[in-house]
Nanobody
């Protein structure tokens, strides 16, 4: 079992920044690929970013590329999502997720929320215009 707890959400004006954190406990953190997803009211949960076990590979949705940065600190069992140049359309509940699988070259499983076994409770991000 892996327990995930997100923090860092809040209310910010358009153009502002937030940094989300996801603290993991339980099994060996660096055996897990980590992802961030978000869900706005009335919409499906969508992929935001993912990072490999080592942190050497990162992946982003087109909608956040160049604005968001995912990183991890395996010594602290924590994954981060730095969000810059926020837009009102970024408003959503943000979830981190963990999956004990390698992100192989050319694979895309990390984009699908139903591929992840472990989820946090979510943190609300609201961007005002």
């Amino acid at each position: 079992q892996v327990q995930l707890v997100e923090s860092g959400g809040g209310l910010v004006q358009a153009g502002g920044s937030l940094r989300l954190s996801c603290a993991a406990s339980g099994r060996t953190f660096n055996n897990y690929a980590m992802g961030w997803f978000r869900q706005a009211p009335g919409k499906e949960r969508e992929f935001v970013a993912a990072i490999s076990w080592s942190g050497g590979s990162t992946f982003y949705a087109d909608s956040v590329k160049g604005r968001f940065t995912i990183s991890r600190d395996n010594a602290k069992n924590t994954v981060y999502l730095q969000m810059n140049s926020l837009k009102p359309e970024d408003t959503a509940v943000y979830y981190c997720a963990a999956e004990g699988r390698r992100i192989s070259y050319g694979s895309s499983w990390y984009k699908r929320f139903n591929e992840y076994d472990y989820w946090g409770q979510g943190t609300q991000v609201t961007v005002s215009s």
